[in-house]
């Protein structure tokens, strides 16, 4: 199978693995009992990530690129991973404000709760995390 069959393939499955995680984590306006079953999905999420950033580098390392082609493609990253961080951070501040609070105010919906719970797993494992990892395994890529 070529190298970019099998990073597809591994890009395909992190992102139905990140679908799961969205589909398993309660909404912040819904009251759950049945206990963290995202965690099925949050776990392995950062194992089939690293499957495809490992073959997403074989990818381009296979390719025969100017090292100005290489340049740009670095500050791309660059600058997707700063974006990355930026929509992160502000996805993270939104979901504590819908959930009333930190897990240490008793107004909040995850009080007591430890921060990776059925309310959080989305905070942790996400478009975002995966765009920041991904890039940022991108810029530190060099040609063989």
Known sequence: MKLWSKAMIWFALSLFILYLVDVFTVSPTVTSGNGNLGLLFVFPAPIVCFFFIKHL???????????????????????????????E????????????????????????YP?????TNTMFVNV?????????????????
């Open 57 to 87: 580098r074989k990818v381009l390392q296979s390719l025969d690129l100017q090292p100005k082609t290489w340049l740009w493609i670095r500050v791309g990253s660059l600058l997707f991973f700063a974006i990355g961080c930026l929509l």
């Open 89 to 112: 951070y502000q996805y993270v501040l939104h979901m504590i404000h819908s959930l009333g609070g930190t897990p240490k105010e008793e107004a909040s919906r995850i009080y007591r």
């Open 115 to 119: 921060w990776l719970n059925q309310y």
């Open 128 to 144: 975002y995390t995966f765009l920041c990892i991904s890039t940022l395994a991108i810029c530190f890529t060099k040609k063989k």
